[in-house]
């Protein structure tokens, strides 16, 4: 973007929507980019320029760089090769001594901010603090989608319009002064004419708007994403980012004005002897850069690289057992990686697969109570079939007492809160030594009723709703099926069972709880998706449909849906009772070594948990993990994504015997049944954008936790049901808060796929969104040949083989020592 002395305010607008947050409001929290404004740039000169320009850490300090070398977290070797790379054999002791030893000063300010500090410098006023407490009141008022005591008089109309209803009607005003009042209500307030007021000089108006904008970036984001998915709220607001900068503007004014007198103070150019630097003039580049630079890949090179080593260890595998105990399917979810491994383990004649949770069903859902469509697929794809949920056993919903609007009213509130106050206040008092599962729980379990039915077959062109299709038709079940099964390369010895397991999580007093649930089904637990999916290829007719496709299912074979909680490793199974005697018999064995795997697993994650000794036995572990989970007083119900680093498309047998401590999101494809690579540029589309942003957030939110995460969670008020804020009058907090990335590496995401280079580069290439991920790498990427082992790195547009440092991973028979004993991150292992 380059600096134009004519201001064009569609253009700005459209820019500066692209620069702000992109967080949804919490229902939708999806992960994404932080920095995905830069994304066209290399990733060096992106973060260079964020830095510059908002003031973004956008990686670890010098200091952190230089104790993980001292920590052999940046191993020696690595930090040599990555040197030769850049500068050549020659260089590398040079480069050493200025990464490891030589001292640099950086005290530069951002670009950001620059213009409007003048009010401070120049009229010694600081505006911000007149202006935004009220702002965000009134935009929260707004906003507000239930949580507020009194509705916002005027919700139908934009919010200028209804703004000026009330300013015109009511004995009060937004103004102190009659100025602003005055062109708030007569004229059309143009944007131009305001900063004209304020600025003076039009060359400035530009920056200025981004300075306004970015010292409250969190309600500019969530303003800006409600103006373009305004389906976004259930409550449905007509407010835009331009609405958001009149009202603003006018209140500057409006301030200046009651401060100094309409007549006491001119335009901020008037005041300024030089202009500062344009916002967006180019960044240079730095030694200091340069440095931080190479430790950066030096430090994500050293983990790489013993991952690379590790799948390409020679592995001596047990032959595969013609008969399969059970088929399973879960979502690719990093979290997922470490029960398949535990599934495994226990029951070596199982298979397990990796897919996006939704499991290729778009659709909306209406649970029976429900008023409103949830969308329970990817947040880009727009569904047009509505799943519907009917027959349920619950008669209402189970709510606590105490939760009640008449509680809003002064004598109905003076009443309950001194009978079911004091009954609420025991309870509280209770669930600090005996915390358990209440009506306000977020559960995954509770997303659809066991025992109810769904609409999942379309039974006619007018089964509709709403411009919405109720079910899908026979061919589009068909089409469907085929594609999953194909794209996980299950085509063939179908086990007699197959479960596919939705995620979700269980958590209490958590705003950020969509968070933890599944992110290709749009924050919701899969539940409703793997239902599903088991419905539609358990039909008969869909069945013959794909047989005529190549895919045949035996009709001995059954599929069950099923639910992951990934808080409180639990996990529950629908439609049992449509199993056979013989299924039914073997499902209750199996259900055995899923509680099993539970156990294991709890026990696994329990190693990053402070309060939980994880020496003790699986089980123990198992019921401190639930406990744990539903406390009123635990910030960290769970990590989530937290040390994600990986993402494996292939084979179950590249990653089966390695152990990447539920570090990778694992998505299974068969690279034989792919011969052009069209399934691989379906897996390949979503990588980007659900895993990488899933790596990328984490990766700022941990740099930046101020900036471009939401900081610690404990002092955050959720604002009107949509945003979180420290306080009252505080800004929104995109990102993640730190309970959710303490224990995070920020390393990018290194995608492995196993397949032949040349194909693959074909793949990456057929779409431009794809290939911007990795040309500007934003994530590496590596190609596992599927019949030499051999690796090879994509970097600056092709495939080079790659050799690993390191000689040999370890090889151990079961890491539950390892488990027991470190909190951080482990090695990778062989566990052949």
């Not at 808080?567 to 018999?585: K, Q």
Request: glycine share 6%.
């Amino acid at each position: 973007m380059h600096q134009n002395p004519l201001f064009d305010e569609h253009e700005v607008l459209h820019d500066l929507k692209h620069y702000l947050p992109a967080q949804a409001p919490l229902k939708d929290f999806i992960h994404h980019n932080t920095l995905h404004a830069f994304q066209k740039l290399k990733f060096e000169k992106a973060i260079r320029s964020a830095t510059e320009i908002f003031g973004y850490k956008v990686g670890l300090t010098l200091d952190e760089y230089r104790a993980a070398y001292a920590s052999e977290r940046i191993r020696e070797d690595v930090l040599e090769m990555i040197i030769t790379q850049r500068h050549g054999v020659s260089a590398v002791a040079a480069w050493k001594e200025k990464a490891l030893i030589k001292a640099y000063e950086n005290n530069t300010s951002p670009r950001i901010g620059q213009l409007r500090a003048n009010w401070k410098r120049e009229y010694r006023m600081d505006l911000d603090s007149l202006v935004q407490p009220v702002l965000f009141r009134t935009l929260c008022s707004y906003l507000d989608q239930g949580i507020s005591i009194w509705d916002f008089p005027i919700s139908h109309k934009t919010f200028l319009s209804a703004l000026r209803e009330m300013e015109r009607n009511s004995l009060a005003s937004f103004f102190h002064r009659s100025r602003a009042r005055e062109v708030f209500l007569k004229t059309s307030c143009e944007i131009a004419d305001l900063l004209k007021v304020l600025v003076g000089d039009e060359s400035l108006y530009t920056q200025y708007l981004y300075d306004q904008q970015f010292g409250h970036q969190g309600w500019s984001g969530m303003v800006s994403q409600i103006e373009d998915q305004p389906q976004t709220l259930l409550d449905h607001r007509q407010i835009s980012l331009h609405d958001l900068i009149v009202l603003e503007l006018l209140m500057e004014i409006d301030a200046l004005d009651t401060h100094f007198g309409v007549a006491n103070w001119t335009p901020l150019a008037t005041k300024i002897k030089s202009p500062p630097i344009g916002l967006f003039a180019p960044v240079p580049n730095t030694e200091y850069n340069e440095v931080l630079n190479i430790l950066q890949e030096a430090y994500e090179w050293s983990y790489y690289d013993e991952v690379l080593e590790g799948i390409q260890f020679p592995k001596h595998p047990k032959p595969a057992s013609d008969h399969k105990s059970f088929q399973a399917m879960f979502c690719i979810d990093d979290r997922e990686c470490s029960l398949r491994r535990y599934l495994e383990k226990f029951d070596p004649a199982c298979e397990t697969f990796g897919t996006p949770g939704f499991f290729g069903v778009e659709f909306y859902y209406q649970p029976e109570d429900g008023k409103f469509y949830t969308k329970l697929c990817p947040a880009p794809v727009t569904p047009k079939y509505l799943i519907k949920e009917v027959g349920s056993k619950k008669s209402k919903r189970e709510k606590d007492v105490h939760f009640s609007k008449h509680s809003h009213n002064f004598y109905s509130g003076w009443l309950i809160s001194q009978t079911l106050g004091f009954w609420s206040a025991l309870r509280l008092f209770i669930n600090i030594f005996r915390p358990s599962m209440s009506p306000a729980t977020a559960s995954s379990f509770k997303h659809m009723d066991k025992m109810s039915r769904l609409t999942i077959e379309n039974k006619g062109l007018d089964h509709r709703e709403n411009d919405l299709q109720i079910g899908f038709t026979i061919e589009e079940m068909t089409n469907r099926l085929e594609g999953l099964l194909k794209s996980i390369g299950l085509v063939k010895d179908f086990a007699p069972l197959v479960y596919v397991v939705g995620h979700g999580s269980s958590s209490i007093n958590n705003p950020h709880y969509a968070a933890y649930d599944c992110g290709a089904c749009s924050g919701r637990a899969g539940s409703v998706n793997a239902r599903v999916i088991c419905a539609m290829a358990n039909h008969p007719e869909v069945r013959k449909a794909l047989a005529g496709r190549g895919i045949a299912i035996p009709e001995t074979t059954q599929f069950v849906g099923g639910i992951h909680d990934t808080t409180r490793d639990e996990i529950m199974f629908f439609d049992e009772e449509s199993l056979s005697r013989m299924n039914a018999e073997e499902h209750s064995k199996h259900e055995v070594v899923f509680a099993n795997a539970l156990d294991y697993n709890a026990k696994e994650r329990s190693r990053r948990f402070e309060s939980i000794p994880t020496t003790q036995s699986p089980m123990k572990i198992h019921e401190r993990v639930r406990i744990r989970s539903v406390s009123l007083f635990e910030p960290r119900p769970e990590l989530n994504h937290a040390t994600n680093a990986l993402c494996v498309i292939g084979r179950r047998s590249l990653t089966k015997d390695v152990f990447l401590d539920r570090r990778s999101f694992l998505n299974s494809y068969d690279y034989q049944i792919d011969p052009q690579g069209d399934i691989l540029h379906n897996v390949m589309k979503p990588v980007g954008p659900v895993c990488g942003g899933i790596n990328l957030e984490y990766f700022f939110s941990r740099t930046d936790n101020q900036k471009m995460g939401a900081g610690t969670k404990l002092p955050h008020n959720v604002m009107g049901l949509f945003g979180v804020a420290n306080g009252i009058d505080g800004d929104l907090r995109p990102g993640l808060p730190s309970q959710m990335i303490e224990v995070h590496d920020p390393i990018r995401l290194m995608v492995i796929v196993e397949q032949f280079p040349e194909l693959l580069l074909d793949v990456i290439q057929r779409s431009p969104e794809v290939y911007e991920w990795f040309i500007n790498a934003w994530v590496y990427l590596a190609a596992v040949n599927p019949e030499t082992r051999e690796i090879a790195v994509f970097k600056e547009g092709k495939f080079a083989v790659y050799k690993p440092l390191l000689s040999k991973v370890d090889v151990v028979p079961d890491v539950t020592t390892m488990i027991e004993t470190h909190h951080d991150n482990l090695p990778v292992y062989s566990l052949t």
